[in-house]
């Protein structure tokens, strides 16, 4: 029973902690778009996307390195990376 226990507190620590990034990195693009100015209408549209897909991606199994590489893309286009 404590082995089940402890493996149940593993995944739910490893979970968080791999979740953690993602939604960083996911406050830091709102926080950009919200302050960017030097932005083309495309590269703003191109950011909301790659947004947008991430959000869409991050609840599905093995979404949350597709939903980084999204919001790496997005940070990118917006300068911050």
Known sequence: MRTKALLVTLALFATTAFAQPTNDML???DVGIAKAEKLT?????QVR???DQAVRVIGKKGGE???REHLWNALKILGLR
């Open 27 to 29: 406050k830091e693009v």
């Open 41 to 45: 209408p495309t590269q703003q549209k």
């Open 49 to 51: 996307e790659l947004r």
């Open 65 to 67: 390195s597709e939903a």
